[in-house]
């Protein structure tokens, strides 16, 4: 029954801004994140953040450019990507987990959203 759907994906120019939007229906989870696979490169993740206390965590690629958020009463979670890059098109995921942290194992995912960044 646990559904997650991401929106707000498109095609923008390099520098540009995006937002992008995952609600969690069914339940709600310990922590949600955001991963990212590029043309011919394997899943990677890009943020996450801890629904208990707000920590988040970053991938060197997107600190400070990218930013995620929660709204609890939504059960939705945000990636703020600002500056986007060409290196930044991938189709991106939301995903959720039981754990927190780095080392949380992420088990429901998004149908996932396409990104495309034209320099």
């Known amino acids: 029954q646990v559904q997650l759907v991401e929106s707000g994906g498109g095609l923008v120019q390099a520098g540009d801004s995006l937002r992008l939007s995952c609600a969690a229906s069914?339940?709600?989870?310990?922590?949600m994140g955001w991963f990212r696979q590029a043309p011919g490169k394997e899943r990677a993740f890009a943020a996450a953040i801890s629904w208990r206390d707000g920590s988040t965590y970053y991938a060197d690629s997107v600190k400070g450019r990218f930013t995620i958020s929660r709204d609890n009463a939504k059960n939705t979670v945000y990636l703020q990507m600002n500056g986007l890059k060409s290196e930044d098109t991938a189709v991106y995921y939301c995903?959720?987990?039981?754990?927190?942290?780095?080392?949380?194992?992420?088990?429901?995912w998004g149908q996932g959203t396409q990104v495309t960044v034209s320099s």
């Open positions: 069914g339940r709600t989870f310990s922590s």
């Open positions: 995903a959720a987990s039981e754990e927190y942290g780095l080392g949380a194992r992420y088990h429901y």
